[in-house]
């Protein structure tokens, strides 16, 4: 049953989504633009908060899954002539890899350690594009990417990464409401009570993990075409 709250509360995200679309007949190109980046970071911010809101876990590494995403995005369609969707699928199969591996060295850990260990995989990551310059461009980047057909114009893409939000935003709605979601939180308080009725705290962890990465992923696909 729907209470009024919580029909207020869906009609308030019902105008401001409403708002947010009609935004680019209200402003000019440049802040149309400035408007994109800002959603694709709302996005990352959503992936965030399953590993911060519903984890309990603070990472500063996840500026390294970004650009891992990012950077495979333009390479691929550099090198492999790959289009917007197919290298946004090799960029997120690529960064949920790497989420992996970041995931198995911190997930046993809480606290400052698991934000250390993030911090080290994240920097591991600047590294990499920093001193891979021949790859990635190094302090220049690397080449801008390509909008996918039918949203090659400034606000048609502003509409397609505000759509991509409002799906992130539904299906983590529903992910946190789902089993999985509760026995993240669960782990969150009390670890302990989640080991004594069968749960691995650390498998928990691992999930918040790569649920976070994968959002990441996503988000970062979008970035390459915002300057095409």
Known sequence: ???VNRRTRLGALAVLVLAAALLPYAIGEYWVGIATEAVIFAIVALGLNVLIGMG????????GLFATSAYAVSLTQQHLDLDFVGSGIAAIAVTVAVTAVFAVL??????????????????????LSHRW?????????????????????YYQYYWL??????????????FQRSKAGM???????????????????????????????????????STPATTP
Not at 56 to 63: K, N
Not at 113 to 124: D, S
Not at 162 to 171: D, N, Q, R, Y
């Open 1 to 3: 049953m729907i209470t």
């Open 106 to 127: 911190a997930v046993r850990t809480t606290g400052m350690y698991f934000l250390m260990i993030t911090l080290a995989a994240g920097m591991l990551v600047w590294g």
């Open 183 to 221: 026995r993240i939180r669960g782990t969150r308080d009390s670890a302990a009570r989640m080991t004594s009725i069968g749960y691995s705290p650390a498998v928990q962890r691992f999930v918040a993990f790569l649920a976070s990465g994968t959002v990441t992923a996503v988000a970062a696909c």
């Open 133 to 153: 310059s021949a790859l990635t461009g190094g302090d220049n980047g690397a080449v801008s990417g390509i909008r996918p057909s039918g949203f090659t114009q």
């Open 56 to 63: 309990g876990l603070v990472s500063v590494g996840h500026a």
């Open 161 to 174: 990464v505000l759509t991509v939000f409002v799906i992130v935003a539904a299906a983590l709605w529903a």
